[in-house]
């Protein structure tokens, strides 16, 4: 099954310096195979991914948000290893597979 892009009425823009966040694959991600389970050492870029899901999810208006996003055009898939680590860090709730991996993360306190 493919999973559907979901469109944000926003840019991707990169953190400079650092690996991205949000990354140009389609790959699914099984919730299984998320190994991270310690807040991670990069401290600024997941910070930064944390800020994405807060904005996202106020866009959407919505606590769950999907993996695969359309950033006006660009379609970028969630990096696993910063699921992990929001995970890890109690920002999202632990995903769960669907018919195709995960295909949303939930927020696990709501966005003011």
Not at 32 to 53: E, M, N, V, W
Not at 62 to 76: A, H, K
């Amino acid at each position: 099954m493919m999973h559907e892009w979901m469109a944000v009425p926003m840019d991707y823009e990169p953190l400079s310096g650092h690996s991205d966040v949000f990354v140009k694959a389609a790959s699914p991600i099984d919730a299984d195979s998320i190994g991270k389970t310690t807040p991670a050492p990069t401290t600024a870029r997941q910070a930064y991914f944390h800020d994405y899901l807060k904005r996202i999810s106020w866009h959407l208006g919505t606590q769950s948000i999907p993996v695969f996003l359309d950033f006006n055009g660009e379609r970028r898939r969630m990096d696993k290893g910063c699921i992990g680590h929001a995970v890890a860090a109690g920002v999202l709730k632990p995903p769960i597979n669907g018919s195709d991996g995960i295909s949303h993360v939930e927020l696990a306190q709501s966005v003011t």
